[in-house]
């Protein structure tokens, strides 16, 4: 473990991946992952990396920065987090010339760990220009959820579910466009579907957050 002699500068400490200085900055304390990584479930420490996929809206700096930005809302920083403790967050997208925008649902969405319940009017929320919706899963692959979910799968795989599907096609009806796609970001990867579900299925390996 590294420790600082007389004369070195406590703020110049470099610690082992997943390892922090400690409060005087005289040797390293084990602690979360340092800025710029994130811990996987195996408890390594990641580099976030930015998103260079076929998908320009995950491309899209200013929509990294929102999925940074869920992602740590959503309280799903490390798989050491308690399940119980972690909220599904998310919002729209929108497009404005050549560039894209998030818009967070607000505060009359319920947030819990395993679902977003939308108000009755949730339809007049809906932002003009829209592409596209995401929302988090705070979960990563193979977390066993059905101690705080409902009907959830022994091991979390990932993806769109029914709710997720059909919220969807109500927001396709309600705006009457059906190229409009849905965003789900979870502690591994970025999924993106469209009315298919299924057919048009795309698995991105986490980025940007």
Same mark, same amino acid.
């Given at each position: 473990?590294?420790?600082?002699?007389?004369?070195?500068?406590?703020?110049?400490?470099?610690?082992?991946?997943?390892?922090?200085?400690?409060?005087?900055?005289?040797?390293?304390?084990?602690?979360?992952?340092?800025?710029?990584?994130?811990?996987?479930?195996?408890?390594?420490?990641?580099?976030?990396?930015?998103?260079?996929?076929?998908?320009?809206?995950?491309?899209?700096?200013?929509?990294?920065?929102?999925?940074?930005?869920?992602?740590?809302?959503? %309280?799903?920083?490390?798989?050491?987090?308690?399940?119980?403790?972690?909220?599904?967050?998310?919002?729209?997208?929108?497009?404005? %010339?050549?560039?894209?925008?998030?818009?967070?649902?607000?505060?009359?969405?319920?947030?819990?760990?395993?679902?977003?319940?939308?108000?009755?009017?949730?339809?007049?929320?809906?932002?003009?220009?829209?592409?596209?919706?995401?929302?988090?899963?705070?979960?990563?692959?193979?977390?066993?959820?059905?101690?705080?979910?409902?009907?959830?799968?022994?091991?979390?795989?990932?993806?769109?579910?029914?709710?997720?599907?059909?919220?969807?096609?109500?927001?396709?009806?309600?705006?009457?466009?059906?190229?409009?796609?849905?965003?789900?970001?979870?502690?591994?990867?970025?999924?993106?579907?469209?009315?298919?579900?299924?057919?048009?299925?795309?698995?991105?390996?986490?980025?940007?957050?």
């Amino acid at each position: 473990m590294p420790i600082l002699r007389d004369g070195d500068d406590p703020q110049t400490l470099e610690c082992p991946l997943g390892q922090v200085p400690n409060s005087t900055g005289t040797y390293c304390v084990e602690g979360d992952c340092p800025e710029g990584y994130y811990e996987n479930l195996q408890g390594d420490c990641i580099e976030k990396e930015l998103c260079t996929t076929n998908d320009d809206i995950i491309n899209s700096q200013d929509i990294q920065i929102a999925f940074d930005n869920l992602w740590e809302s959503s %309280g799903a920083t490390n798989p050491d987090v308690p399940m119980e403790s972690r909220l599904e967050d998310g919002g729209w997208i929108v497009q404005n %010339g050549g560039s894209y925008e998030f818009i967070s649902f607000d505060s009359s969405w319920t947030r819990t760990p395993c679902g977003i319940d939308p108000p009755v009017n949730w339809a007049s929320t809906i932002p003009s220009n829209l592409v596209g919706v995401v929302h988090t899963h705070p979960f990563y692959l193979g977390e066993d959820r059905r101690s705080i979910c409902d009907g959830a799968e022994e091991e979390y795989i990932g993806g769109p579910s029914t709710p997720d599907y059909n919220f969807l096609v109500a927001l396709m009806n309600e705006t009457n466009d059906y190229g409009l796609l849905g965003y789900i970001i979870d502690g591994d990867q970025i999924s993106s579907f469209d009315f298919s579900r299924t057919s048009n299925l795309q698995t991105y390996q986490r980025c940007g957050y």
